[in-house]
Structures are given as C-alpha cells and as structure tokens.
C-alpha cells in the first residue's frame, strides 16, 4: 500500500491547466492523493493542492524528444522525475504524447530486459465488462519479433492487474486468421508466440492471428501489433465511429418526426454513449518504463482525468511494475 | 465501344450460383451483355445466358495459388482466360479473392512496368458522390516504395476514369500527418510520391500524409499503403460500423417507446443506411493485370453482383487498362 500521491501534469491538455485541475480534484473526492506539477503562478487558483513547481511547458505540437531534452524544468519533466525520485507513485499527462513518453523513459529508465517500451491502449467490447487491450498504438513504428513477444507479456500482466481477467488471451493482428497470414515479421512473431514458455511465465495464452474487424470483438483480451500497424487501426476505428455519429445525430436532426423519434430512443441510447465513450476505459499506458505513467487524450474531459489519475493509482497499488518486472527481467 | 460481353464467374460466392445469375440477369436488364462461366450443369434453369463451361470450383477457403495452378478448368480461370482470349471485355467473381486475383494475374499478364498488381477498394465518404479509393487491400503483404508510387498511379487513373475526378489528391497512410512521420518504408515512399514526375504523368497530386482517422474523409481521392495495413485498416472500419450498427438496432427494439422512436425515425436512416451500404460502391478492382478483373464480396447481393458487372462493363468500355499501359510502361 502505498499512500504517496500521483503526480498530474497540470499543463497537459487541450484545456490546461483548468481541465485538469478539475479532474484532479474529482480525483481527491474520490480519496485519491494528488500532487499537481506546474507553473505555480497558473496554478494559484488550485487551492488545496501540492504543486511541484515546473517553469516551462512542453506544446502539444513540439517535437518530442528534443523538447524533453532542452526543457528540463518542464511540467512533464518533473512529473517523470516525481516518480523516479519516489515522490509521487505514479504519473499523469494529457500532453504531448510523444513527449509523455519521451519524458517517462528518459527520467523513470526502462524495465531490466524490456528491449523497448509500447503504448496500451484499452478499446471497448460492447457488452463485455472489460476492453480489450491494444499495444503497440504508436512508440514504436516498427518492431522486431521479439519486442512484439514482450508487448504480449507486458499487455498480458496489464490487462490482469488493471481488470482482473485470469488468463488473458492475446491475438496477434494479422491480414488474415490463419496461422500462415501475415507480413514476414508477423509470421515470424506468429511463431515466436506459440512457444509455450512465455505464454507459462506470463499466465497468458497466445488465440492466434486477429484481423481488423476483431478490434471490439470478443475473441482475445489482449492484441499485439506494431505501432505503426497499431496507430493505423486505432485512428482508424475512432474515423469510423465519428463519421457514424455524425451521420446519425444528423439524421437525429432532419425533420420534426426524426427529432420526437429521437427524443423516444434517447433513454435506450444512453447506456449505448457511455459504453462507446472515450472517457470510460481512461488513458493509455506506457509499458516497459520502470514507473507507472498514464498518457490521456489531449481533449480530456475532467472525468477522464479522474479516471487516469484513479488507474495510474490503482496500478501503483497493485505493483503492476513489480509483476512486469519480475517476468521481464527473468526472461 | 465493345459490345463483348462480361464473364461472370457464376460458381464463386456465397450463394453462387443463384445470387450470381440473379445479379447477371439485373445487369442484363441494364443492357449489359454478361457470359456465365461455370459448370453448365448447375446453370441449367439459367435460360437465356450463354455459358462457358467450367467443369471445377475454387472453394472459398481453398489456397488460392495452388487452386489456381491445378484446376485448369475452374470457372474462375476460364473466366480470365476468356478475356485474355478475347472473348469478354471484363471479368467479375464473387468467389476466393485469393484466387481471382491469381488466375487474373496468371491467365491476362501484368501490364507492361507494373511490378505488382494492387486490390483497390472504394471506400464510402459521406456526403460526396464518389468514395475514396484504397490500394492495397490485401494482395501484397509488404510493399517497395517503387510499388506504392505504382498503386499511386494506378489509383489516380482509375478513380478519373470510374468517378470522373479530373485530379484525384493522392494521400499516403501514416501514423500522423507531418512529413517525417511513418516507417522506414513509408518515409521514403514519401519522398518518392514528392517527385513531380510521376504526378503529371498520372494527372495526380500528392497531398502527403493521411491518418487512419481520414480513411472516410473527404481529404483525398485515392489512399496509398502495403497489403498488410490496408487489409488491416479496411477490416477495422468494417468491424467497428458493424458492432456500432449492431448496438444501435439492439437500443431501437429494447423498448416499445424505442421501437416507436425508430419507427418515426427510420425515414431519415433510410439514405443513411443507402450511404454505408457496400452494395453502393461495387466490388474490388485488381489493378496491373492486363485486363479488367473486378472481385466482389463473398457475401454479394444480386445488386451488388450487378453492380460490379456495371463497373467492369464500363471501365472496358473506357479503355482503363489501356490508360493504365500508356501511363505505367512509360514510367
């Protein structure tokens, strides 16, 4: 147990730092220690918060690894060194997301034997209690076999720490079901994959190839890929769901009888909102780095923030970091 | 003008061969001459139609490249034989794109420069009147950045002569929109497409980078990426409208205040559902081949097997392939 607070990036997101100092304190209502990292002279009003004082703030647009580099009095600088330096048990950011990481792995350093760290990112199954949980979305634009083999442990442990499936089934994305299906590199992993020893060590099974249409399907808990592959299919599901939503409210809007239609679906819409919301699964998660650090979106709501700063507590909780650490280094 | 007719594989898809004849037939309404080519046998009570016979079938799973070299009187080989004879303008299956895609390269060559024959894949864009074109869909699993510059051209052809775009916009997958982003492979595809050369040639312009987000929007004309992420970013746009329409007709029958909200909605879901329909856009096309070969879904309706009957008969009509000779052996 620990009681040390999580370090949120205050200066981080689309509507910083007012967004996020709301999610922080939604946070602490829910008896979640927070400390908030930031210029203080914007942080003034966030009365009742710790602040560890940041003077520069990285741009959502800037360049990622140079901007971590020269600005080392930055909030997202800080907020990775609150963890390294074991005042904080955990980070938030809704910033840049190239810098969160950036700024993550230089400061907490990688997990001993993970060869490079991957992007989690939780899609929702309609109709099951927990996402599923696609990595890489984005770190890493191509990957070897054998980092794509410690993506599916590292998912693997995530996904039974974060939302407690026993014996998490990962999927390798693939342009095609069968075993033969794939690029080189995907076959190669294929069979890297069907060894049973990490499979053993990490308490995971490994379902095969996954295609595309398997995203929000019920078929695996946990889906490997490239972060190149990985950002492709991920932005592509979210253009899909846009567009069709926005067909649909359209629609919702075309004529008197669709708008008193629409007033008559709309309690058996609700749940549908809130299942295909964003807010609900929370942030992403960098795996691999030696600290928990949760990467929201930039347009975060103050829900979504809570709901980052109550993961990246919970996974602290839980040693999530020990358990990676512990299958990581030994294999 | 030709007035050959179109070959229509009539043992390939899902219910062949009836939803093939019975899509034969709305096209030969529309006054399209069609051939069928398939086991005369079956095709008995197709009275009227004048058939090649085929004596074998290429199932649906079957391996695709071993069929293909064995069953030298399959409907689907016929078929592409037929028009390297001569004897059809345009081919259409239904059936193992696996397969069609083989016999049409085996049976009608490359086209002179072509390295490889690409799927292109329309793909719906709301609110305009002609979709996005997406190559490639599936037929090369990893691609040279020569081939990309390729499908470009090929794409940008195409989509003048079946849509009439007078410039299609050529936009390259990514995993962002900034120049420097993507894969190895990507970047210096990248580069490439920059080249004036090829874009005047092809009475195209390149508009860089696209994200998987912008597969449905109205930002280019013509999408080029490898087999692997095409297949990939077609197939989760396929899954996530399918789960999204799923729920949604779950949440219009939960009740009977929603069925009565559904009821005075569905005037203005019809055009909607018009609009996402794949029947509208007609069937795949495989783009290199020395000929036109049209693959439709396995799954086809009788309208969307005439539809793709209706593009094929057009496209050799406009003498594509012969745009597409002169503008790739010059390259």
Known sequence: MTSLPVAVDAMGGDDAPWSVVDGARLAVERGIPVVLVGQPERLEAADGFEVIAASQVIAMGADAAQSVRKMKDSSMVRAAEAVRDGRASAMVSAGNTGAAMAASLLRMGRIRGVARPAIAVPIIVPGRAWPNVLLDAGANTECNPEWLVQFAQMGAVYCRDRWGVEKPRVGLLSNGEEAGKGSPRVKETFELLEDEAWQS??????????????????????????????????????????????????????????????????????????????????????????????????????????????????????GTVGSLRRILSSG
């Open 201 to 318: 060590q990490s308490g995971a099974v490994f379902a095969g190839n996954v295609e595309g249409r398997d995203l929000l399907a019920d078929l695996v808990d946990v889906i490997v890929t490239d972060g190149f592959t990985g950002n492709v299919a991920l932005k592509t599901a979210e253009g899909v769901a846009k567009q069709l939503i926005r067909a649909l409210l359209a629609a919702f809007d075309s004529s008197p009888d669709a708008r008193r239609g629409a007033e008559l679906l709309a309690p058996a819409l609700a749940p549908l909102y809130d299942e295909f919301s964003p807010d609900s699964v929370g942030g992403a998660i960098l795996l691999g780095v030696d600290g928990v650090s949760i990467i929201s979106h930039g347009a975060s709501s103050p829900t979504a923030v809570a709901n980052a700063i109550q993961v990246a507590h919970d996974l602290a909780q839980r």
